[in-house]
């Protein structure tokens, strides 16, 4: 099946500086790429929806210029978190989608990044 | 706007029990619905969609549209279907996909 290797699966950081996390498709071309936060009660919110090619589209409430993502290429995407704070600490996944031929619809996950920011 | 609603958090059945993790969802389209799944220590995996129509590992779902929902059921639970499952809606093409707040299933042996 389709596989989505997220990187890193953990980093901490101090306090004001930016991680960058990577989430690529090894063997099919992702449409579309979705980022999500995974709060501790294991709910999903979705933070944006990323088509190659073009500008992310955030959800409310999700600050653009904190959490900047790039979908450069049809399997990769990039979520860089700027300035961060403890309160950005959480477990951010990433999902990817292929809209062509044969299509099914479904979202293939990355493993999941673990960030602490102290 | 769609929105996904999962009103239980925990579900415990014991095992051999029937199980039904309930999901109402909220779109003006025709949406595509999904069931994924979490197991402890994996990634998020699909479970089943609803254009398919099929039981994957028991678990069967019907889309009904009158009552907007699409809850999950198999007929006799087995421990090794605890886990956390997401109902999840995405209104086709390049839509965007949202999740419920997922339901954790515990099998009790």
């Known amino acids: 099946g389709a596989v989505v290797s997220q990187h890193p699966s953990r980093v901490i950081c101090k306090s004001g500086t930016s991680v960058k996390i990577e989430c690529r498709s090894l063997?099919?071309?992702?449409?579309?790429m979705f980022w999500y936060r995974q709060f501790p009660k294991k709910s999903l919110m979705l933070m944006a929806t990323?088509?190659?090619?073009?500008?992310?589209?955030?959800e409310q409430g999700v600050e653009k210029d904190k959490f900047l993502i790039n979908h450069a290429s049809l399997t990769l995407s990039t979520l860089t978190v700027t300035s961060a704070h403890p309160e950005d600490s959480s477990f951010y996944i990433c999902?990817?989608?292929?809209?062509?031929?044969?299509?099914?619809?479904?979202?293939?996950f990355g493993e999941g990044s673990r960030l602490t920011v102290l | 706007a769609q929105r996904v609603t999962q009103p239980e958090k925990l579900l415990s059945v014991f095992k051999g029990a029937p199980v039904e993790l309930k999901c109402n969802y909220s779109y003006s389209g025709s949406p595509e619905l999904f069931w994924y799944v979490q197991y402890s220590r994996q990634r998020l995996q699909l479970l089943l969609r609803h254009i398919s129509r099929e039981s994957i590992k028991g678990f069967t779902a019907d889309l009904n549209k009158g009552e907007t929902s699409f809850h999950l059921k198999k007929p006799f639970a087995q421990e090794e279907d605890s886990a956390m499952y997401y109902c999840a809606l995405s209104g086709g093409g390049y839509q965007k996909v949202t999740f419920g707040t997922g339901t954790k299933l515990q099998v009790i042996p």
């Open positions: 999902s990817a989608r292929y809209r062509g031929p044969e299509a099914t619809g479904e979202l293939f």
């Open positions: 990323s088509n190659e090619g073009s500008k992310a589209t955030y």
């Open positions: 063997d099919f071309q992702a449409t579309t």
